[in-house]
């Protein structure tokens, strides 16, 4: 009989398979997770996957932590480069120490050639860290198969018809799930089990927070290219040992996930007809070995295997080109049974030694149910990052910038993946390649388009002194004269638009200087500083081209500016004349009723836990209590719910977010404003009643969820599912997109009878000069307005690029003058707020164009309901 | 015990004829003497001043063939031999095999005297279910017991996680569950905070938005945050003591909330301010929570909003429900509400109602037991609803693990439902309970409502006393957990 490869490798496997022990068929219950990776074109050191991970703690609950690494530095391992290349390392975690000997002699040293073997260094006292549960100790061997093993082993199983490499492989992964079987899944308590057995790469995990995983094996000063760190949630309780953590290996790679399958068993059932055994328990595990069974087994390419773990459907498979339909109609009719159901998100690290590179890939479910932010910053050194929250990516940066100031604390592009769908196809690539100037590092989505961001832009080194020239004397004059008024009313606009025209001209020196000069204002009086705060704040917020510089560069430049007069705003503990009063962590118990003039108190955010009684958002509210009215917090890392708990009737409140903001924003808010200086993360706005919010960037996940009012302007994107279920009058302007399933089963009474509407733009930013431009559709989702009986949807769409198959319950309409003059005013309000001019956005193809013939209506199919009112029996 | 707000007072059907049990026939042999309406203590038969013939018998009223015994027996007492007894065959349309025609009987007998009904011809406390409750019987000590019932303490706290947020402690272990503005009339939500307020313990709004007229009972009252969070503000999360995520329904777990169009009046549709007359739903997830993380950041939202108020988490009973309660614990909640698949109005789709959730005794006693084991028991709240009827299914429900019942049909039963199961269709309930229509909401008063849950609740207490003493328990604490004073009938010796 003749069998091709991958029955062979199937087959070879059938007596080890036999020998595993009928394994309870729950699975270990977990719900989502935090998840942070990133890969550089330098190895850096593990510090800076502490910092993220310390961030996200509250995605976990210290009841698991494992971090994944790829792409060492010989030196720091003591191999040699080609020991590094070649040898798989073998990483065995000893939850009994006892079987070590045994496990070395039985499994190891009679089958491979050990180039190394060391025990993992540790710190004394896993306690001094605050670890409950000691981690195991672990072992590592650098090794080959021997040769007349592998000859055995080829023979034995007719492999000579595949690469030698392959059949070596193969060995590996069958002799450590020969380990697994004998020293973990088979017993009650559990003594041994492989981590990892990857070339180039390793995965630690312990019971505590992925940070300590850092900590306890001493991975400091340890570098990699790659880097990966997982928070566990699992839901019981005692846990006393990592078995169940990620991130998960088959062989190459480290795999961590956020969310659950729905259909485990059917995935176990599919992997089982094959000869993988899940030995794990986790849903986790079952997704490494689909990756190792499509990848090293199936030899899929990257592209088929996404198709097969997130299949492409509704519109976005019609949106297909026929062909690649016809080659996805295949993949999904062979593997959608084991398609993972449900919420996932894989982040995965990998060592691609089939083609020499190393590989971050994110990929999300299809229908989005997980958060997920790419980011992507290039330059002198590149990374590439995959996080939960964005507020992980920055953490990572700022951590990264420290080590080496090549790094920016600001990416130079953030996004989000469209799960399953035609555009990107729900997933992203980071490949590091060697190249003749060292590595490279290239950004590609699932269908291979590269992800750029603008060429021949510097950044600004902060760290350096600006070395003042006699040609900076203009700019100085310029300012000073600017600020040599008696009415500063306008000045902010001013020097606004002073930076803005001459940028162009500006090297980094003269930009840091000119930021330095506008900054130096500030401390003359609470007018001027008010002033360049404003103005500042336009320079960081609005869109416009940088000329020679980064926008991600120049942002940090004005962060470190405001930050800097922030810093200097009176404390709390002071009672002065000014205007400003500032309060932190340290002084929060000091928190007063304004005095004087103050009427803006400065929350210095950064210490504040991210949610409970030590909150900055609960401080905000007692400030509220005691009179304060305005509030500018800034050095945000991830806190959430600010604004949330004022209560009803805040008109005269604002508050102007800057840092990373966090998650729920805004949400219940009844009447106060809230303006965000840069990205949103999820679920702003939940049951918002009245006032309004300002995105100076993305919004992420269920934006406005059950809404009942209020007016909102986010100036990018929004990703899955915002206003569902939104009812009332809610009033929103989103300037980009939305991924998917915007407005379902909006509720929002008429629009012309003051009712909700969403204003959909479908535009988006040129990043090389911040010019505005328009998206091939302006919603390229196969759901829009679903199950909506109320509210419309007013979308920017002068190429009719909107169809019926995206819509279930609303039609299109024309816009009528009653229509443009609702909406028009909103129009308004965002051309003031984020410079998007009502003229640019009927201008199409350099064509002006009347409102009716840019914009579409989409309103309920079924005129909602006509009834008559009363509630009497009429019958 | 009951507290002092409460007063029992005889609160009438408010019908003339209920569904009776019996058929007291008058022929026309009857000369209108009167002995029958002299002797009858129920008052079956009434011989009005004035008038020339005796009223038609209110049967319902009638003890039936147990009465026979007695001296003042009208049939034996008549002196024409003109009346006789027959049991009522419209009385077998009544109720079905979980809600039997006694135990309906009985219901509505509490709810109109405030005590156990006295009648012994009315099995009430267990339906005909074939399974469940109904297959578990307590098994009481032999002797008498020397505790004094006015010892006895009927009263649980509701926040064992010392975390500085309000101590609460109700006074009878159950609660009002929740059915929101629009699946159940005004008078029907406010008669049942009213209740709960006089009885120091909660109802709660459902998903249908907080009406004013429940303001006055705020403290009594839970907000319920459910999926399409529908009419909740930030005021109506801070007003109250106890704030509900519904997560899921035992009745229809994964199938979300649903009103149809025609309920959806000018009235609901104002409070959940959407459209009127289309029909409403509650997405069957939260869509901002997908995991156990999200969970846990929505409680701490909540508990950011309100600072004092405790966290319910009403789940239904998948098979992992013991992982779930864990999650939740471990999330920051106070109550575990777990939800099982007996309960259930009309409005619920049967084959849902039937076959999705599991069945509260089991899941009961697994939650319990696998808190204990995590160490969590004590600091949790462990409430139990789905098909909780009785007073008896409550001290079972106690026995299996739970610290408290949520009660929902029993008070439907209370203002007269009729479990015609006919709640969602049309404008609703006819008997103006489940209906938000203008007319057939004001087939009843608050008051008469109010008396009746009040009345209902008392003779559950008194029952749940009675049970308490029997054990020779001084609190219903002592019982949580005793699955060992339980016992199973196909399978007790």
């Known amino acids: 009989m003749i069998m091709d490869n991958v029955e062979k490798i199937t087959q070879s496997r059938a007596e080890i398979c036999s020998q595993v022990p009928p394994l309870n068929m729950n699975t270990e219950e977990e719900g989502g997770c935090g998840v942070t990776g990133f890969i550089c074109s330098i190895p850096v050191t593990g510090k800076n996957i502490f910092e993220p991970s310390a961030q996200m703690h509250n995605r976990g609950n210290g009841k698991g932590g494992g971090i994944g690494a790829v792409g060492f530095v010989p030196e720091a391992m003591g191999v040699s480069r080609q020991v590094l290349q070649d040898d798989y390392m073998l990483h065995i975690a000893l939850l009994d120490g006892s079987v070590c000997t045994e496990i070395e002699d039985t499994f190891i040293k009679p089958f491979f050639k050990i180039d190394k073997s060391e025990k993992l260094a540790t710190l004394n006292d896993h306690r001094s860290i605050g670890l409950d549960v000691r981690p195991p100790d672990v072992m590592r061997y650098f090794v080959r198969v021997k040769d007349d093993v592998l000859d055995k082993f080829i023979a034995a199983n007719k492999f000579e018809s595949m690469d030698r490499r392959d059949a070596e492989d193969e060995f590996v992964y069958q002799n450590s799930f020969k380990i697994n079987t004998h020293y973990y899944a088979s017993l009650g308590d559990k003594k041994a089990f492989v981590m990892s057995h990857g070339r180039n790469m390793m995965i630690l995990k312990i019971v505590g927070y992925a940070e300590n995983v850092v900590k306890y094996y001493k991975l400091d000063d340890f570098k990699a290219h790659a880097w990966l760190a997982h928070q566990r949630y699992p839901t019981r309780g005692r846990v006393w040992h990592p078995g169940g953590c990620h991130p998960f290996s088959a062989l190459n790679e480290a795999l961590v996930h956020n969310g659950d399958f729905a259909n485990y068993q059917a995935v176990n059932e599919y992997l089982k007809q094959r000869n993988y055994f899940p030995l794990f328990l986790t849903d986790t595990e079952e997704a490494a070995l689909l990756l190792d069974l499509w990848s090293r087994v199936y030899k899929y390419p990257l592209e088929y295997l996404i198709e097969a773990m997130a299949p492409t459907s509704e519109m976005d498979f019609d949106m297909l080109p026929k062909d690649k339909q016809e080659l996805y109609k295949a993949i999904q009719t062979h593997h959608v049974n084991a398609s993972p159901d449900g919420p996932w998100f894989f982040i995965i690290a990998r060592n691609d030694v089939k083609n020499d590179q190393f590989q971050l890939i994110g990929i999300t479910d299809t229908a989005m149910l997980r958060p997920q932010v790419f980011a992507l910053q290039e330059g002198e050194v590149q990374i590439g990052l995959i996080c939960s929250e964005k507020q992980a990516i920055d953490a990572t940066l700022i951590s990264l910038e420290r080590e080496d100031p090549r790094f920016g604390p600001i990416a130079d592009k953030y996004w989000n993946a469209r799960g399953g769908s035609y555009t990107d196809g729900g997933s992203f690539i980071f490949s590091l390649k060697d190249t003749a100037n060292g590595k490279e590092l290239i950004c590609t989505d699932k269908f291979g388009n590269v992800i750029k961001t603008p060429k021949g832009k510097v950044a600004c080194d902060v760290a350096k002194r600006i070395t003042v020239t006699p040609e900076f004397k203009p700019i100085e004059d310029k300012i000073t004269a600017l600020f040599a008024v008696s009415d500063y009313s306008a000045t902010a606009g001013k020097i606004y638009d002073y930076v803005k025209d001459n940028i162009a001209g500006f090297n980094p020196d003269t930009l840091r200087f000119c930021i330095e000069t506008i900054k130096g204002h500030a401390g003359k009086n609470d007018d001027c500083k008010q002033t360049v705060i404003s103005a500042l704040t336009l320079l960081n917020d609005h869109r416009f081209n940088t000329g020679s510089i980064k926008r991600s560069s120049l942002q940090h430049v004005l962060k470190l500016a405001l930050d800097d007069i922030f810093d200097a705003s009176p404390a709390i503990t002071e009672i002065t004349n000014s205007r400003f009063s500032r309060i932190n962590f340290a002084s929060r118990e000091k928190l007063r009723a304004p005095k004087n003039n103050e009427r803006v108190l400065i929350i210095d955010a950064e210490h504040f836990e991210p949610e409970g009684d030590l909150c900055d958002a609960v401080m905000i509210v007692k400030a509220f209590q005691l009179g304060w009215k305005r509030f500018i917090v800034y050095k945000y890392r991830g806190q959430r719910f600010t604004g949330c708990g004022f209560g009803p009737s805040t008109k005269e409140v604002r508050i102007d977010i800057y840092g990373a903001s966090g998650d729920y924003i805004a949400s219940g808010i009844d009447g106060m404003e809230i303006y965000i200086h840069g990205n949103a993360q999820d679920q702003l706005c939940q049951i918002m009643k009245e006032g309004k919010l300002v995105v100076y960037g993305d919004v992420g996940q269920t934006f406005m969820y059950g809404a009942k009012g209020g007016t909102a302007f986010i100036m990018g994107n929004a990703a899955g599912r915002p206003l569902i279920n939104a009812v009332g009058k809610p009033r929103v302007v989103i300037n980009g997109t939305a991924l998917d399933y915007l407005a379902e089963s909006f509720m929002a009474g008429d629009p012309l009878n003051g009712g909700g509407f969403v204003i959909l733009n479908g535009i988006g930013f040129d990043d090389a000069d911040g010019s505005i431009c328009e998206y091939d559709s302006p919603y390229p989702g196969s759901n829009i307005f679903s199950l909506a009986s109320g509210g419309a949807i007013y979308v920017r769409d002068p190429h009719r690029k909107l169809v019926d198959e995206q819509l279930n319950g609303g039609e299109f309409i024309e816009i009528t003058d009653a229509d443009w003059n609702l909406i028009e005013p909103y129009l308004k309000e965002n051309e003031k707020l984020f410079a998007i001019t009502i003229e640019r956005l009927l201008t199409v193809d350099g064509n002006k164009k009347a409102p009716q013939e840019v914009y579409r209506k989409i309103r309920p199919l079924k005129a909602a309901a006509v009834k008559k009112d009363d509630d009497g029996l009429e019958e | ?493």
């Open chain 2, 1 to 493: 015990m009951k507290p002092s707000t409460v007063k029992i007072k005889r609160m009438p059907s408010r019908f003339k004829h209920q569904v009776p049990k019996y058929k007291v026939t008058r022929s026309a042999a009857c000369i209108n003497c009167g002995t029958c309406a002299k002797s009858c203590i129920y008052g079956v038969h009434e011989r009005l001043e004035g008038h020339n013939k005796m009223s038609v018998p209110i049967d319902y009223k009638c003890i039936g063939f147990e009465c026979e015994n007695n001296d003042f027996y009208c049939v034996k007492k008549c002196p024409r031999g003109a009346l006789s007894i027959s049991l009522n065959p419209m009385y077998e349309t009544l109720g079905d095999y979980r809600w039997t025609a006694d135990m309906i009987t009985g219901t509505w007998i509490m709810a109109e005297t405030g005590y156990p009904p006295e009648r012994t011809d009315l099995e009430y406390n267990t339906g005909n279910s074939g399974g469940g409750f109904d297959k578990l019987r307590l098994k009481f000590p032999k002797g008498h017991s020397k505790i004094d019932k006015f010892e006895i303490s009927t009263e649980i706290p509701l926040n064992r996680r010392n975390d500085g947020r309000a101590n609460i402690v109700i006074s009878t272990p159950v609660y009002g569950g929740g059915m929101s503005f629009g699946s159940v009339s005004l008078p029907t939500m406010v008669s049942k905070a009213h209740n709960a307020t006089l009885w120091n313990t909660f109802t709660c709004t459902g998903e249908g938005g907080y009406p004013d007229l429940l303001l006055p009972y705020s403290d009594h009252v839970i907000t319920q945050v459910a999926t399409g969070l529908f009419g909740v503000r930030e005021e109506t999360i801070q007003r109250v003591k106890i704030v509900e995520f519904k997560y899921a329904q035992g009745a229809k777990p994964g199938l979300g909330g649903h009103l149809l169009g025609e309920k959806n009046t000018e009235s609901v549709a104002k409070m959940r301010e959407a459209v009127k007359g289309t029909s409403l739903f509650s997405p069957f997830p939260f869509h901002s929570v997908y995991s156990i993380e999200d969970h846990k950041k929505h409680i701490d939202w909540i508990k950011e909003i309100n600072p004092n108020a405790l966290v319910s988490v009403k789940v239904s009973t998948p098979n992992d429900v013991d992982m779930v309660a864990v999650g939740s614990y471990y999330a920051g909640a106070h109550i575990i509400h777990i939800d099982g698949g007996y309960g259930g109005t009309g409005a619920a789709p049967d084959i849902a109602k039937k076959n999705i959730a599991m069945p509260i005794e089991y899941a009961i006693a697994k939650v319990h037991n696998f808190l204990k084991d995590e160490g969590a028991r004590d600091a949790v709240t462990l409430i139990a609803s789905g098909g909780i009827r009785t007073a008896h299914d409550l001290v079972k429900a106690i026995c299996l693990g739970a610290d408290g019942a949520v009660i929902g049909t029993a008070e439907m039963v209370s203002l007269e439902c009729v479990r015609c199961g006919n709640c969602e269709s049309g404008r609703g309930c006819a008997r103006g309970i489940a209906s938000t229509d203008s007319e057939l909401a004001d087939l009843f008063n608050e008051e008469w409502a109010t008396q009746r849950l009040t009345n209902m609740y008392h003779a559950w207490n008194v029952q749940l006393v009675e049970i308490l003493q029997k054990f020779g328990m001084r609190s219903v604490r002592e019982l949580v957990g005793r699955t060992d004073l339980l016992e199973h009938i196909d399978y007790s010796k």
